[in-house]
């Protein structure tokens, strides 16, 4: 029996014949993930994407010619090919672009394309067969999704919070001092060219402006380099023609991108499907120019409905910041005409095939300690790095890792790699609650089985668990074909939880008294081949208690791993704790959130991705009271839907990052900032908003449509990096460091964290200084000190590196009581808050420590 229950397959990284499905991770549960707000309105149907097709293999060209001339343009024609002085005059009158016109077939694919001045080549039974093929595997990409309409489609709409009775109906008017529509106007050309040449701006500086023509140019280094017998054979579409136009040398400078940003399909070669799911089709390429084999992954975007879905956008989001030897590497992104193309290395075994591959229901093979410790803690370091980044994969399981040998079927020297990011959620501090439709239900942990929403980095830990002991006895330990069925088959064979095992459990919403009370089993009983160090790591990887389950960063330092137990040298991890330079003095090892981690890496990421920018002296339009209006618009929208207050600051680092790039003109800055909003509502809330909301929030002063559109720019200018650090992001931790702090103090911080947000003069400082500097400010307005212990510890700045900055916040808090901007204002004179706004700033500041 299939672990997933013989649900929908959803697409993943792992090779045909996997059966990379979930059993509540597919299309159904993803509908309800993060929340249980459903949509109030009709569903969308989802769009059929029509994809260009890959090229299943290189366009056969006959000709009557059979001997070569020495001018090229002969040569050319000959060959099939089109001679200099036509092919700009044919390229215009039959409306292609370059870059696929006389390549690609136009009507039936895999038809054979000929010269206008050809006659008909003799087609033999073998050239017939191979066309036929050519012409099957085509007509596969070329279809209208008829079989994809058959799957579960997952519509992104049905995330969408609607509150038609609390929008924001309000148009930002902006009225420059210095400027007006009509000098607008004067910069609209040089603006959209700006915006043009930033959408096809690559992040792999490829060359993409030039007149390229790929046939003519192979076919007329090929009139260089062969001679009259290879042009015969070429003509019959021979073995040899195939071999010579396939040469990597040949592709070597051909971009993966066209102009307009579309995949060029002329250096891709179709390898057959991989699989069908229901976010999209995996398809296995030949990348021509690199000469790697690829899986592509078209997937579904929603161009009538809310435009790139938000699974696909946590998971690009995510690992576009991940660089590790264990985790399956992003190659490439494309996001072009409403249709997104991601490709990944390619390898075709997973650990679910090396287990188990007859997929026999009595189980596979128990594979030997050696490659178990190996495997285990591969998988293990991948885990403790994207803990440290407060990512949490939640759907870890045998099919969604691949397993790359050198030697086939010696798996010593194995290197296993996670993919299938589908699930993956970005987390912070403190912790919030989140859906419990994750993990395929044999790797489930108790504690989201036992209905709890708050759950932490330990829920992938008792999945790695699961995955030691399926490694260990040939077949998964629990096998249930329901929630109170998994949860009675870790019982029965773990016992049943305690209030000393498991203090929460008697409080978790699906407790009940009447629990069957299982006694504890010896481990060693169930996994006699482990030895007695291995036994104690997987009983501290399935502990009960998820505060007291080790962590992936403790568990890699585990005795099992060393190398008087193992025989071997001692493995170490693949990023040593000591690169990262933030690091907090504490250590703990039941904290849930791995806050010391979590904050270490933010320090390094914002040293990275945080940098200085003086956008609006470049923008002709655009004023600092501009952004400040944008930002109170953003800060009313998400308080009047409730959204999550990191969706401002997310949306206010994608706007100013844009800018910084693209000029805009100031009748789009609120489309922009809207825009920018919905992609981080996307990423971070419960229920995002939606397009049609975001329209009628400013008034239907653009369309939805616009929205759109502008997203998929935004998207391909900031390359899909949006997991970023903020200013709210340290706040929060820092306050989690001093465990005493009021609550006074702490809606003061986060107060004038907003205040700084809507200050242009802030984005020339680290967001953790801002932060600081809030936290420190807060302090001396409420109790008369600037800076703790604690804080100091935390933050480990000195008062000449924060001097700056509190000069500036000083005078912005001091000047709020005649801030015409009232939104936030408001937020912070309501009771919840404490009423921190109507805190008269000191008359002085003594706050140098």
């Known amino acids: ?16 014949g996997d059966g990379a499905s979930s059993s509540t991770d597919g299309g159904a549960a993803r509908l309800q993930e993060d929340g249980a707000r459903r949509p109030r309105h009709k569903k969308l149907a989802p769009l059929q994407i029509q994809s260009n097709p890959l090229s299943p293999g290189p ?5 009557s010619s059979s001997t070569p001339s020495s001018d090229p343009n002969v040569l050319l024609a000959a060959l099939g090919g089109t001679p200099r002085s036509q092919a700009s005059r044919q390229a215009a009158a039959n409306g292609n672009s370059p870059m696929v ?15 206008s001045s050809g006659t008909e080549a003799v087609t033999t039974h073998r050239r017939k067969r191979e066309r036929e093929h050519d012409m099957d595997v085509a007509r596969l990409l070329s279809e209208k999704d008829d079989d994809e309409e058959m799957l579960l489609s997952i519509d992104p709409s049905e995330r969408v919070e609607h509150r038609s009775t609390k929008l924001v109906r309000r148009e930002i008017v902006i009225a420059s001092p210095v400027a007006n529509d009509d000098m607008e106007d004067v910069h609209d050309d040089k603006l959209d060219a700006t915006a043009n040449a930033t959408e096809t701006a690559r992040p792999d500086g490829l060359r993409l402006g030039f007149d390229l023509q790929p046939v003519d140019m192979i076919l007329h280094v090929f009139s260089f380099l062969v001679g009259t017998d290879d042009l015969h054979n070429m003509q019959l579409v021979s073995k040899r023609w195939r071999e010579l136009t396939s040469h990597t040398s040949l592709y070597r400078h051909v971009p993966d991108t066209t102009p307009d940003g579309t995949i060029n399909w002329l250096n891709f070669r179709n390898l057959g499907i991989k699989n069908k799911g229901t976010e999209g089709t995996c398809y296995r390429c030949y990348q021509r120019s690199s000469g790697k084999v690829l899986a592509m992954k078209r997937a579904r975007v929603f161009p009538k409905g809310e435009g790139v879905p938000y699974y696909m956008l946590r998971e690009l989001a995510v690992l576009q910041g991940i660089r590790h030897p264990h985790i399956a590497s992003l190659e490439m992104i494309s996001l072009a005409k409403d249709e997104l193309h991601v490709f990944f290395p390619y390898v075709d075994k997973t650990l679910h095939e090396i287990i188990n591959p007859t997929s026999d229901p009595n189980g596979g093979r128990v594979l030997p300690e050696h490659q178990i410790r190996r495997l285990l803690h591969q998988l293990l370091d991948a885990i403790a790095y994207c803990h440290r980044r407060g990512v949490l994969h939640r759907n870890l399981k045998p099919k969604h890792l691949l397993i790359d040998t050198d030697v086939a079927d010696n798996y010593d020297n194995a290197t296993l790699r996670i993919s299938d990011f589908a699930l993956v959620r970005a987390t912070g501090i403190p912790r919030r609650q989140y859906t419990m439709e994750v993990v395929t239900l044999w790797y489930r942990p108790p504690e989201i089985l036992m209905g709890e929403k708050q759950y932490s980095p330990a829920v992938d830990v008792w999945s790695v668990g699961c995955i030691f002991a399926e490694m260990a006895q040939g077949k998964p330990l629990f096998t249930g074909i329901s929630e109170i069925d998994q949860l009675f088959q870790i019982f029965s064979k773990l016992s049943t939880p305690t209030s000393a095992t498991w203090p929460a459990f008697t409080s978790l919403p699906n407790y009940r008294f009447e629990f069957p009370n299982w006694k504890p089993r010896p481990l060693d009983r169930l996994f006699p081949h482990i030895s007695p160090l291995g036994l104690d790591l997987l009983g501290k990887l399935l502990t009960y208690n998820p ?26 991890p693949s990023i040593p704790m000591t690169d990262m330079a933030f690091t907090l003095h504490r250590q703990y090892e039941g904290n849930p959130e791995y806050m010391d981690l979590f904050h270490a890496h933010l320090r390094d990421a914002e040293l990275k991705l945080c940098k200085e920018v003086k956008y609006l002296s470049r923008q002709k339009t655009l004023r600092p009271l501009h952004r400040s209006m944008l930002v109170d618009w953003l800060i009313e929208v998400v308080d009047v839907f409730e959204m999550c207050l990191r969706t401002a600051f997310l949306a206010v680092n ?3 990052r844009f800018l910084d790039v693209v000029m805009v003109k100031k009748t789009k800055f609120q489309l922009l900032g809207a825009t920018c909003l919905h992609v981080a509502s996307k990423c971070e809330d419960v229920s995002y908003i939606g397009v049609e909301d975001l329209s009628m929030c400013a008034d239907n002063v653009y369309t939805s449509m616009q929205v759109l559109q502008m997203e998929e720019q935004l998207l391909n200018t900031l390359n899909f990096t949006l997991a970023v650090p903020t200013a709210l992001d340290f706040l929060n931790i820092y306050q989690r460091s001093m465990p005493t702090l009021e609550k006074k103090t702490s809606m003061l911080a986060q107060y004038l964290s907003e205040l700084a947000l809507q200050e242009y003069s802030f984005l020339k400082f680290l967001p953790s200084v801002v932060a600081t500097c809030c936290l420190s400010l807060a302090l001396y307005a409420v109790h008369g000190y600037s800076m703790t212990p604690e804080l100091q510890a935390a933050c480990q700045y000195t008062w000449d590196d924060l001097k700056e900055c509190m000069g500036t916040l000083t005078e912005v808090y001091s000047g709020s009581q005649f801030n015409v901007l009232t939104v936030v204002k408001k937020r912070y004179s309501e009771d919840d808050r404490c009423q921190v706004a109507s805190l008269l700033p000191p008359l002085e500041y003594n706050v140098a420590f």
Do not use: C, K
């Not at 029996?1 to 990284?13: A, H, I």
């Not at 366009?59 to 000709?63: K, P």
């Not at 025989?567 to 170490?572: C, D, H, M, Q, W």
């Open 547 to 572: 505060d007291a389950r080790i962590s992936a960063e403790n568990a890699l330092r585990h005795p099992y791993f060393d190398a008087a137990s193992a025989g071997v040298p001692r493995l170490l």
């Open 1 to 16: 029996m299939d672990d997933d229950l013989g649900r929908s397959d959803r697409t993943s990284w792992a090779a045909p």
């Open 59 to 63: 366009v056969a060209i006959a000709s």
């Open 101 to 115: 016109a006389g390549y690609f077939p136009t009507d039936a694919p895999g038809e054979l394309q000929r010269s």
């Open 654 to 656: 994608y706007t100013d």
